[in-house]
């Protein structure tokens, strides 16, 4: 239909349409980009929780809680990667761009709770969760 150059004004109007249900379909792709974020923020609170709540934190129950936690996570994000088809070139550069701030704002957080003895070990644990929460604004 398309390489006909005589399309009547009703082939037209319906080929108009259908580029215009598949441009709403990719938009809506993009906002699964926004899912993936949210999952690794999740991850990433999840993570202060239970790092924060565990009363060795030297302990292996840690080190298993996380991996659980991260595997959980990345199956997640595979599943909703798996649903995308299509996105548009700005919804995959905002995504990208998010994703940078966010792991640059998360370092410098993690940077100056360190710097200044916030996680150092005779702290209680929850100086951990404060400082994941303030990285995840």
Known sequence: MA???????????AAIQEVGTRAAEVRRSDLQLSWILQALAGAYLGIAAVGSAAPDRRGGFLAVM???????????????GLRIRAYT???LRIFVI?????NV??????AVSIGTRFWATSQPSYHFAISA???TI
């Open 66 to 80: 996380f991996v659980i936690i991260l595997a959980s996570v990345a199956a997640v994000v595979v599943l909703i």
């Open 3 to 13: 390489d006909s150059p005589d399309l009547t004004p009703e082939q037209a109007r």
């Open 89 to 91: 070139r700005i919804g």
């Open 105 to 110: 704002w998360n370092a410098a957080t993690a």
């Open 133 to 135: 929460l303030i990285a």
């Open 98 to 102: 998010t994703a940078v701030i966010f």
